[in-house]
């Protein structure tokens, strides 16, 4: 079946600009996570979501990252006023109900880049 | 709070010969943990996992790690690299019953024909 999608595959983009960055999980899946991952380094824990709501957005570094997913299955990561350290692979992994963080399932990345 | 220290960045090996990834872990709860493959241009993929059942975990692709609560680690293994094997490889932590994963910086695996 359809894995985990993640549209645009790339994105550059100029500072200050705003950006979006959408996620396909999984049918099904009810858990969602939004993941950085900077040039030489592991995936950066971001946002979860549980259904509809955030359960935990203790990784989003600043006001200016913000994600929504207000049917339980479409989420966006929306970034204001890009700086060039958002420059980054952004990743997303959705979970089937009940096994949470333990099975997640990666999409491919969203490559930003801010000029 | 939960961290986890990959100690080797780049690991190489001769095709055929074992392999050893190295990972040990701070948490202050019972931990699970996670080994990811990334391989170039693909997206993540589990290898295995450890949820406080066996210490011994055995993954896909003929990866294992055992659980070591004394020494705080959770190193990955395989007995015999192949050309395939080549990526990178993140160790990842996460609190049981917690949401919050931790993934470590990573260790690229190189194999030699």
């Known amino acids: 079946g359809a894995g985990v999608s993640q549209t645009p595959s790339n994105k550059v983009t100029e500072k200050g600009k705003y950006v979006e960055l959408r996620c396909d999980p999984i049918s099904g899946h009810t858990a969602l996570y939004w993941y950085r991952q900077s040039l030489g380094q592991g995936p950066e824990f971001l946002i979860y979501?549980?259904?509809?709501?955030?359960?935990?957005d203790s990784g989003l570094p600043n006001d200016r990252f913000f994600a929504v997913r207000p049917e339980g299955s479409v989420s966006t990561l929306k970034i204001q006023r890009t700086e060039r350290g958002d420059s980054a692979v952004y990743l997303c992994?959705?979970?089937?109900?009940?096994?949470?963080?333990?099975?997640?399932?990666f999409g491919p990345g969203t490559r930003l880049t801010v000029l | 709070a939960q961290s986890v220290t990959q100690l080797d960045s780049h690991v190489s090996v001769s095709e055929g010969t074992p392999v050893l990834l190295r990972c040990n872990y701070s948490s202050s709860y019972s931990p699970s943990l996670f080994w990811y493959v990334q391989h170039p241009n693909k997206g993540l993929q589990l290898l295995l996992k450890y949820t406080s059942a066996a210490t011994l975990v055995k993954g896909i692709n003929g990866f294992e790690a055992e659980f070591k609560k004394s020494e705080t680690s959770f190193h990955l293994t395989k007995p015999s690299a192949h050309m395939s094997d080549a990526a990178e490889y993140f160790c990842v932590v996460s609190d049981t019953g917690g949401f919050k994963t931790i993934f470590g910086a990573g260790t690229r695996l190189f194999v030699k024909a």
């Open positions: 979501f549980q259904g509809t709501g955030a359960a935990d």
């Open positions: 992994a959705s979970s089937p109900p009940g096994q949470g963080k333990d099975t997640q399932y």
